[in-house]
């Protein structure tokens, strides 16, 4: 489990190559493992790491990964539904927009069942909250 909190801490980091490196490598895991669908990483990690994932995605420091983080988000709901997605990214909304801009991006936050609705979902919530963020102040 220590590897794994490890992998998260990582995508905080600056540098590029290490955050590309250890998408990667977490997603072949997860292909080859099913990790995601594992009690120890579901019950313990993975809401940390939809909010650290969606966390990168909304900064923008990674935009040449998007799509690998959008999949991989993806792929960490796929089978636990809304709760394990929903509340984790709802959360980091609220603490980081104004009530207002809350309100109006949270309502349309929504579980997509396939990649590529839910893709766009994702971006449109973020460019929404940028875009509200970036018009109040």
Do not use: C, W
């Not at 990964?65 to 999949?71: A, G, K, R």
């Not at 801009?101 to 994702?122: H, M």
Request: charged fraction near 25%; proline fraction near 1%.
């Amino acid at each position: 489990m220590r590897i794994l909190q490890l992998y998260g801490e990582s995508f905080v980091l600056t540098d590029f190559n290490v955050i590309k490196q250890n998408l990667l490598a977490l997603i072949d895991l997860h292909d080859k493992h099913e990790l995601f669908q594992k009690g120890l990483f579901h019950f313990n990690l993975k809401s940390n790491f939809v909010t650290v994932l969606f966390e990168l995605l909304y900064s923008g420091r990674v935009n040449l990964l998007s799509e690998d983080i959008e999949e991989l988000l993806f792929s960490l709901t796929e089978n636990h539904g809304q709760e394990f997605f929903m509340r984790p990214v709802l959360t980091y909304l609220e603490s980081h927009l104004t009530p207002d801009v809350y309100g109006r991006v949270s309502s349309k936050l929504e579980l997509k069942n396939d990649l590529t609705s839910f893709r766009l979902n994702l971006r449109d919530v973020i460019n929404d909250a940028k875009y509200f963020t970036h018009q109040i102040a």
